[in-house]
T-cell receptor, first 112, second 114 residues
């Protein structure tokens, strides 16, 4: 119940295309869902986050879509650029347990 | 504002040797985290400090791992003796006080145990 399942493991997208990464969870106590971006040799950095009272959050080219009934959330990167090439992690955290539960990561490559 | 600093960046040791990692959090951040990130996996929390007290060390293998945060600022994580399966990136993160505060990560220390 504490797992967050992330897919795909790796993704190759052409420049200008849409990158979509999906995550699913089981624990209905989770109430905070962040996405982190990690470049090689760097630590993860918070990209965008959502709470389950909204179905979508957009920041620039990055959008989180959230489906509470399906217990799924996804990251969409519009107009993907080579600089977006990185590993992306979804995570979840509950109100009573402050620990972040992380997905396994998606290695995204944007082809020029 | 300076970010989270970690050293060394890379370390190669033989199994059964000991190793120590150092972390300097962002100034003013009361909460400090140590994570282990095995290749191809998300970070796994090892220990969380609030100032110089331990909040959660339930996933720290205490028979070989130890951590301290003297004076509520810098922290060290030690492994003694190291095993092959300890090969990973060790990430330090810090945040302002409060369980919902955003965590800022350092660049990590890549440990290879041979």
């Amino acid at each position: 119940q504490q797992q967050v399942k992330q897919s795909p493991q790796s993704l190759i997208v052409q420049k200008g295309g849409i990158s979509i990464i999906n995550c699913a969870y089981e624990n209905t106590a989770f109430d905070y869902f962040p996405w982190y971006q990690q470049f090689p040799g760097k630590g993860p950095a918070l990209l965008i986050a959502i709470r389950p009272d909204v179905s979508e959050k957009k920041e620039g080219r990055f959008t989180i879509s959230f489906n509470k009934s399906a217990k799924q959330f996804s990251l969409h990167i519009m107009d993907s650029q080579p600089g977006d090439s990185a590993t992306y992690f979804c995570a979840a955290r509950g109100d009573s347990n402050y620990q972040l539960i992380w997905g396994a990561g998606t290695k995204l490559i944007i082809k020029p | 504002e300076a970010g989270v600093a970690q050293s060394p960046r890379y370390k190669i040791i033989e199994k059964r040797q000991s190793v120590a990692f150092w972390c300097n959090p962002i100034s003013g951040h009361a909460t400090l985290y140590w994570y282990q990130q095995i290749l191809g996996q998300g970070p796994k929390l090892l220990i969380q400090f609030q100032n110089n007290g331990v909040v959660d060390d339930s996933q720290l293998p205490k028979d070989r791992f130890s951590a301290e945060r003297l004076k509520g600022v810098d922290s060290t994580l030690k492994i003694q003796p190291a095993k092959l399966e300890d090969s990973a990136v060790y990430l330090c993160a810090s945040s302002r006080a409060g369980t919902r505060a955003e965590q800022y990560f350092g660049p990590g220390t890549r440990l290879t145990v041979t």
